[in-house]
């Protein structure tokens, strides 16, 4: 039943979709380019995906680097985030079922994106099928060890340590009931390993988490947009609510965030 209500929350057409969006760009965007400038090398004229492209920064990123002879497929569920621009073609598209855009690419970039479907381990698979000779795909999604004890970093009462921990909570059970893996992350390469590549590779990327900071704020964000499910799944009260919102401005405070586990798969030629 809660399903709906999550993805409501959390689509391209959410109240605060933009703002959430936006701060995703701030916390990941400097950690993705340089993964697709220095490890990946994309270049003039290359044919790109980017699947689950949300407000499009990693596409239109990619437009600069293909220059005039390039072209880039930005797809997303809704993808009226992203801007026009004469080399990007937006396109509304469900990966799970509708027919994929002709290939061969030069890359594939998916971020944040498989650790929510259910089958993900066939389609990175498939992804990597769906790139020419000498390709390379591109997954980066969250992984969190899941420990509340280490959700703090910097030193805090007790009252703040247990209202932080029952927040963290509450966000990994609503993951667990919309089929959210955070750990899917750690296990892409031997999927992908499985089904017979070897030029692997994995970047692990963990953003500071000061307050105020754009991951603070990202969480703070996530406190107005599940508020009702928190309220009704977990013991937070609204006063528990304030008392996280405002620690979380807080530059004293430090918070451990989730780390970018991103897996490069370089095809063979």
């Given at each position: ?13 959410a109240p605060a979709a ?207 947009m599940l508020e009702p ?41």
């Open positions: 039943m809660y399903n709906t209500a999550h993805k409501q929350r959390f689509d391209n057409e933009t703002e959430q969006l936006s701060l995703l760009a701030q916390i990941l965007n400097r950690e993705t380019f340089s993964t697709l400038a220095e490890e990946v090398g994309v270049g003039h004229g290359w044919r790109s995906w980017d699947v689950g492209t949300g407000d499009g920064s990693v596409a239109r990123w990619l437009a600069a680097r293909g220059g005039t002879t390039g072209h880039v497929v930005a797809s997303d569920l809704k993808p009226h985030h992203v801007p026009d621009h004469p080399r990007i073609e937006a396109i509304r598209h469900d990966l799970t079922s509708d027919p994929w855009p002709e290939p061969k690419f030069d890359l594939i970039h998916a971020r944040l994106l498989l650790m929510h479907l259910v089958d993900r381990d066939t389609i990175a698979v498939k992804l990597a099928a769906h790139l020419r000779p000498g390709g390379t795909l591109v997954i980066a999604d969250w992984f969190c060890p899941c420990t509340s004890e280490s959700l703090i970093k910097s030193p805090a009462d007790e009252y703040t340590a247990r209202i932080f921990a029952e927040y963290h909570r509450g966000v990994h059970k609503l993951g667990e009931q919309t089929s959210m893996d955070l750990a899917w992350a750690s296990r892409t390469p031997e999927v992908l390993s499985a089904a017979g590549y070897r030029d692997i590779t994995t970047r692990d990327y963990q953003a500071p988490g000061q307050g105020g900071a754009p991951t603070a704020t990202l969480a703070r964000l996530h406190t107005f499910f928190l309220l009704s799944q977990t013991t937070l009260t609204e006063a528990d609510l304030a008392a996280i919102r405002e620690t979380l401005l807080d530059p004293e405070f430090e918070m451990d965030t989730n780390h970018l586990y991103t897996t490069v798969v370089r095809i063979p030629k």
